[in-house]
Nanobody, 126 residues
Framework: QLQLVESGGGLVQPGGSLRLSCAASRFALDNYAIGWFRQAPGKEREGVSCISSSGGITNYADSVKGRFTISRDNAKKTSYLQMNSLKPEDTGVYYC???????????????????WGQGTQVTVSS
């Protein structure tokens, strides 16, 4: 089973930046679309950004467009989420998922019954 490990979170002031990583421990990610999702305290998990298996197609939630950039390095079996101009409302636990599907399907909704990892905490606060 594909296992992903998220890292790179932390405490940052508003306007700051973080780069999250999503690494596969065993299997290659070449055929998988990857999605980043987040969950704020007391709220449902929501989609943030998705990228196609080749990296050629990306998708972003309106709330992060122009501030976040998703990328991937299939040779390193890793996806990245560069987050700039962070806002307090970006606070939450960030998770990644990898599914053999289209990027459109990946971003259409939060995957159900997915074996989520532990995620990485992002806190934006002054």
């Amino acid at each position: 089973q594909l296992q992903l490990v998220e890292s790179g979170g932390g405490l940052v002031q508003p306007g700051g930046s973080l780069r999250l990583s999503c690494a596969a421990s065993r299997f290659a990610l070449d055929n998988y679309a990857i999605g980043w999702f987040r969950q704020a305290p007391g709220k449902e998990r929501e989609g943030v950004s998705c990228i196609s298996s080749s990296g050629g197609i990306t998708n972003y939630a309106d709330s992060v467009k122009g501030r976040f950039t998703i990328s991937r390095d299939n040779a390193k079996k890793t996806s990245y989420l560069q987050m700039n101009s962070l806002k307090p409302e970006d606070t939450g636990v960030y998770y990644c998922a990898a599914i053999i599907t289209t990027v459109q399907a990946m971003c259409a909704s939060v995957p159900l019954r997915y074996p989520w990892g532990q995620g990485t905490q992002v806190t934006v606060s002054s």
